[in-house]
């Protein structure tokens, strides 16, 4: 709606820099406390004197329906986010915690296996190390 009065030949400048700077307070990262107190006061407008609600009508029309657009889209996106994903076991019908995926035993016995020769390559050299000492000491 903004961008309509922006764009709106018919609209005065000053509102057309209205609409632009509401609109980028509406649309930016304006807490959402003050976005509803805005909006308050926007509507309490409507009990003003005829004249100024019909001067500035487009803009706090177009305003309030911004505010409640952006209201609404972070309160959608934080319930998304809130969200936890479910799944479902179709044979039961009842709903199934996310598990991670266990380790498979080929990974555990393969561990294993390379730790093992790992510490048997160590066990080599020390031994062949010692070896080597007990020659020279011998000589």
């Not at 005065?12 to 003050?34: F, W």
């Not at 080599?124 to 080597?132: D, E, P």
């Amino acid at each position: 709606m903004a961008i309509e009065l922006e764009t709106d030949s018919a609209t005065t400048k000053d509102n057309k820099q209205l609409a632009i700077k509401l609109r980028a307070i509406i649309n930016g990262e304006t807490d959402k406390n003050i976005l509803e107190s805005l909006q308050k006061e926007l509507r309490e407008y409507n009990n003003s004197p005829e004249e100024v609600y019909n001067q500035n009508r487009e803009i706090i029309e177009a305003t309030l329906t911004e505010i409640a657009d952006e209201i609404s889209r972070r309160e959608q996106s934080t319930e998304e986010q809130n969200k936890v994903p479910v799944l479902i076991d179709n044979q039961s019908k009842s709903p199934v915690k996310p598990n991670k995926r266990p380790v498979s035993p080929v990974v555990i016995v393969a561990g294993i296996i390379l730790l093992l020769t790992f510490i048997t390559f160590l066990g080599y050299r020390v031994f062949s190390l010692r070896k080597k000492a007990t020659k020279k000491k011998l000589k």
